[in-house]
């Protein structure tokens, strides 16, 4: 069974610190690991997609990293801020399969 | 880039009733299209796939005569709960493929559903 997990299940920080999340699968013989935000109430916003060959993406403050060896995936915030506070979602997909999501980090990033 | 819409944004209806969601893929042609189910505080599970002219498929424990799925065309695939009940209250989230070979999926903006 495919299985993604994500720790911590809920985060609340300061503004101003940098902070990482955790993503865990099962299967190293993953396609692409894409990390996703979720505002309360809302679709989801992808943020970083990392695909099987990579072994990190960057968008401004984020950073995104795969280890198929071990089978983690971590998104680094740096230099949190309020606006930051949502639910981050990893999922994990095949070529041509179907997304299996994480059960999702709640951020808090406190002014 | 790719845009998913839904419509309706939230709905409300009584139990019993059917509810009819409509995701769009706006500016490509979706060859397959994915529901998914996200009740408060977890997270996304796929509920069907669906591919363009093709009946759907659905994942183990959703029942097949009350969530139909129907994906007539490359842009638009429909979800119809049928029956509503208040366990049926959820967000649902649909996205879009653009073709078997592509990886990427397009997620629109997810429809709330309340059954009273």
């Known amino acids: 069974k495919q299985e993604v997990t994500q720790i911590p299940a809920a985060l609340s920080v300061p503004e101003g610190e940098n902070l990482v999340l955790n993503c865990s699968f099962t299967?190293?013989?993953?396609?692409?690991l894409q990390w996703f935000r979720q505002d309360p109430g809302k679709g989801l916003t992808s943020l970083l997609l990392?695909?099987?060959?990579?072994r990190e993406q960057t968008s401004g403050r984020l950073n995104a990293s795969l280890d198929k060896s071990s089978g983690r995936s971590t998104l680094y915030i740096a230099a949190s801020q309020p606006g930051d506070s949502a639910t981050y979602l990893c999922?994990?997909?095949?070529?041509?399969?179907?997304?299996?999501f994480g059960p999702g980090t709640r951020l808090s990033v406190l002014p | 880039g790719a845009v998913v819409s839904q419509h309706p944004s939230w709905v409300i209806c009584k139990s019993g009733t059917s509810v009819k969601i409509e995701c769009r893929s706006l500016?490509?042609?979706?060859?397959?299209m994915f529901w998914y189910r996200q009740f408060p505080k977890q997270s996304l599970m796929l509920m069907a796939t669906?591919?363009?002219?093709?009946?759907?498929?659905?994942e183990q424990g959703v029942e097949k005569d009350k969530f139909l799925i129907n994906h007539a065309s490359l842009t638009l695939s429909t979800l119809t709960v049928t029956s509503a009940h208040p366990e049926d209250s959820s967000f649902y989230i649909c996205?879009?493929?653009?073709?078997?070979?592509?990886?990427?999926?397009?997620f629109g903006p997810g429809t709330r559903l309340t059954v009273t």
């Open positions: 996205s879009a493929r653009g073709s078997v070979y592509a990886y990427e999926q397009y």
């Open positions: 299967d190293s013989a993953i396609y692409n």
């Open positions: 990392i695909q099987s060959s990579q």
């Open positions: 999922a994990r997909h095949n070529y041509g399969q179907n997304f299996v």
């Open positions: 500016d490509f042609q979706a060859t397959t």
């Open positions: 669906s591919n363009e002219g093709s009946k759907a498929t659905y």
